[in-house]
């Protein structure tokens, strides 16, 4: 069974820059997870997608981070402008269900922000 | 909001120590999982539970909801154990939607 697919891995911009990563869960799984994961930190939830609509987005910074995912399958987060502080690992995880499913997740997309 | 605290924050074992990881949480939840983090890693799923005691290989996760309380053990520890172990708890938050709130994480470093 292929895992949760991310890409890029890497990615180095500059303030002001924008970027946008890309998530596809496993096949089936309802529910698509963006975590922001700061260095020495745990996971910070970003946007909980249930399908393709959107069940939790409270900590989502909706002046310069967007995140779709159209047809409920992959997903897309996205910075614009990025700054300094969004330098971090953005994971995506997916589950079957929301309630009490598994979680998978992906490598993560490393970000730097110069 | 559930607010999951783990303890110890950071923990040195020697190899082949028994080890035992808390973590306690401050609402009703319908499950809980321990994850694993290596360094510069993804995060793996370890077990997910919501009552009882699973077991896989060295590693034993135990719930007590009453108590509001799990923890992860793992038997005659490894070198290779070493990495950051994270508590989650999946809370009902209303609507029909659920939240994932995290711990912020041990880090076990085992010693040859």
């Known amino acids: 069974e292929a895992g949760v697919a991310q890409s890029p891995r890497y990615k180095i911009i500059e303030k002001r820059q924008s970027v946008a990563f890309w998530c596809n869960p496993i096949?089936?799984?309802?529910?698509l997870y963006w975590y922001q994961q700061i260095l020495g930190q745990g996971p910070k939830l970003l946007i909980q997608?249930?399908?393709?609509?959107?069940?939790?987005d409270s900590q989502l910074p909706k002046d310069r981070f967007s995140a779709e995912r159209l047809k409920g399958v992959d997903s897309t987060l996205k910075i614009q402008p990025a700054k300094l502080e969004d330098s971090a690992v953005y994971l995506c995880?997916?589950?079957?269900?929301?309630?009490?499913?598994?979680?998978?997740f992906g490598e993560g997309s490393r970000l730097t922000v110069l | 909001k559930n607010e999951v605290e783990q303890s110890p924050q950071n923990l040195t074992a020697q190899e082949g120590e028994f080890i035992t990881i808390n973590c306690s949480y401050s609402?009703?939840?319908?499950?809980l999982h321990w994850l694993q983090q290596h360094p510069g890693g993804g995060i793996v799923s370890l077990f997910m539970?919501?009552?009882g005691k699973k077991k896989h290989g060295r590693l034993i996760a135990t719930i007590n909801i009453q108590e509001k309380h799990s923890s992860l053990h793992i038997t005659a520890s490894h070198p290779r154990d070493s990495a950051v172990y994270i508590c989650?708890?999946?809370?009902?938050?209303?609507?029909?939607?659920?939240?994932?709130?995290f711990g912020k994480g041990t880090k076990l470093s085992v010693i040859p």
């Open positions: 609402v009703g939840i319908s499950a």
């Open positions: 989650a708890v999946t809370t009902f938050s209303g609507a029909g939607s659920y939240q994932l709130t």
């Open positions: 995880a997916s589950s079957f269900g929301a309630w009490a499913g598994e979680l998978f």
């Open positions: 539970l919501s009552s």
């Open positions: 096949s089936g799984h309802a529910t």
């Open positions: 997608f249930q399908n393709n609509g959107v069940v939790d």
